[in-house]
């Protein structure tokens, strides 16, 4: 089948599955799923791809991978005398592909690490994306489909979260550059513009405001850091009916600046706002 017919194809045969599961059975429709997650595996697809300014997500890649897993048996795998029963396999060759890979790291098949792109003992799920240059730092989780640029410092114990339905919603974006904490968690499609800094422990979900208390007029986000922003976890007062509590957000506290190198700017943005990574 040709390249350009595989979207409709998955479209339709997507569709098709709900009241007959049957068509996961067809030869036709797993060779094109088959050749779908090989092509993220090579980096030749991406399940999100920035178009000018903004991200578009492709989500016929998307449910591709959700027909994928039904697919599959099954089956015993080993590394050394660690024996695994999973579905699908983990990546493989990564000398030619020029990724360092620490043991007991993982990245599954269907994931992709561009050349350069480094993992400490963690995790990379199917239809993620690393960047050259990027650490996945230890313990660090990339979770399936999320997408992340080059040159960005995943710390220790980084949470990115896994988005694959909606089939239509965002995944999970850090940009280049970008540089999160120990313990930071982000998930349910939360956005990370270039160059950002979360400091240690800060939490992103899709409702968690982000408020920038960086100038005397505050400015609220949600599901978006924009560029360059130093973030620190904060908190703000809210009513309820038992009580007024307070319920963490995070906080903008000033801006990287471009006009330096990236790490001595990094530097300068952890001494300038104390932030802790």
């Given at each position: 089948m040709d390249k350009t017919q595989l979207p409709d194809f998955i479209e339709k045969k997507y569709e098709e599955k709900a009241n007959n599961p049957a068509v996961l059975d067809d030869a036709e429709v797993r060779r094109a799923v088959f050749a779908i997650i090989d092509q993220?595996?090579?980096g030749e697809l991406r399940v999100a791809e920035k178009k000018g300014d903004a991200w578009q997500v492709n989500a016929w890649v998307k449910k591709a991978i959700l027909m994928y897993f039904p697919m599959q048996g099954m089956q015993t795998s080993h590394s050394g005398d660690i024996?695994?029963?999973?579905k699908i396999p983990t990546k493989k060759n990564y000398a030619a592909q020029k990724v360092r890979v620490v043991?007991?790291?993982?990245a599954r098949y269907g994931s992709f690490l561009e050349p350069g792109a480094i993992m400490m003992p963690s995790y990379v799920n199917i239809g993620a994306y690393v960047g050259g240059g990027t650490m996945v730092d230890t313990w660090a989780t990339v979770g399936s489909c999320a997408q992340i640029g080059q040159?960005?410092?995943l710390s220790g114990g980084v949470g990115i979260g896994g988005v694959l339905e909606p089939p239509q919603g965002l995944p999970v974006i850090i940009e280049d550059h970008a540089f999160l904490g120990s313990r930071c968690v982000v998930v349910e499609g939360v956005h990370v513009s270039t160059g950002a800094v979360l400091g240690s422990g800060v939490?992103?979900?899709?409702s968690t405001k982000i408020i920038d208390v960086s100038q005397s007029q505050t400015q609220t986000y949600k599901s978006f850091v924009p560029k360059n922003s130093v973030v620190i976890p904060g908190?703000?007062?809210k009513k309820f009916p038992g009580g007024e509590y307070q319920v963490p957000c995070a906080l903008i506290i000033g801006q990287r600046k471009e006009s330096t190198d990236l790490k001595t700017s990094l530097n300068n943005a952890l001494r300038d706002f104390e932030v802790s990574v």
């Open positions: 993220l595996d090579r024996e695994y029963w999973d043991p007991p790291a993982v040159h960005v410092h939490i992103l979900t899709a908190s703000y007062a």
